[in-house]
């Protein structure tokens, strides 16, 4: 991947955009700005990460998804992780007022393409998007990349996951697609509370503070097929 806000030619023109984000008046003003701004010619909107990954299972590819981190029914960067797989090689933009750089960090290893703050001016969407499409990423000005401690080798990775037991994998399985702990609950026929303890156990394991850290752990591991050689 360039390095975030590396100079890009100009992109292809813009038709089609998906707008994931259950703010209305924010929904409907940056819509606006793609319009006029980009000359965008559709612009959906869904207010949930649901409704978000129903709309690219139904309707042709749009040429890019912003997505707000905030979402009803999603945790932190899972909603990320989860949209860009259905997704597929579509650019997500996240467009977010969390502007920390420990954050935005997290985004780009998560698979953005690029990171717009919600306050920003219309020319500072249209640079970004003209980036982005032109193969390019994009972060914020003043953006500066922090070192994280929870960066590991994929060996340290994969030494982690083997720590976990077979449920414990499982779940931090569902946890990478998104899922929710009633949704986790529910699928694997526990209660809520034993899932939450289950969670707990896993982020002790793997040396992390957060479900986001412990998404980006799995993937640096190739998570998934860890867990079949084991079962």
Not at 95 to 105: C, E, G, K, M, N
Not at 185 to 206: F, N, P, Q
Request: net charge negative; with cysteine; aromatic share 4%.
């Amino acid at each position: 991947m360039a390095d975030p806000g590396t100079e890009r030619p100009a992109a292809a023109r813009l038709d089609r955009a998906l707008i994931v984000d259950d703010h209305p008046l924010f929904c409907e003003a940056l819509a606006m700005t793609l319009r006029t701004a980009l000359g965008v010619r559709e612009v959906a909107t869904a207010p949930s990460l649901a409704e978000g990954i129903a709309w690219l299972e139904r309707e042709v590819a749009p040429d890019v998804v912003l997505l707000d981190l905030k979402l009803p029914d999603v945790d932190g960067l899972d909603g990320l992780v989860r949209l860009r797989r259905t997704a597929g090689s579509v650019p997500v933009v996240v467009v977010s007022s969390l502007t920390d750089d420990r954050l935005i960090a997290s985004v780009f290893r998560a698979g953005a393409a690029g990171f717009v703050p919600k306050h920003s001016q219309r020319e500072v969407f249209a640079e970004a998007l003209g980036r982005i499409l032109a193969g390019g990423t994009y972060a914020p000005e003043g953006y500066y990349a922090p070192e994280v401690e929870a960066d590991v080798d994929a060996d340290t990775a994969v030494e982690r996951m083997q720590s976990l037991t077979l449920q414990q994998g499982r779940i931090l399985e569902l946890v990478c697609e998104g899922k929710l702990n009633k949704q986790i609950a529910w699928e694997l026929d526990i209660a809520e509370t034993t899932v939450k303890a289950h969670l707990t156990a896993i982020l002790r394991k793997l040396h992390v503070h957060s479900r986001t850290q412990a998404v980006l752990l799995a993937q640096n591991a190739r998570f998934s097929a860890i867990l079949h050689r084991r079962a």
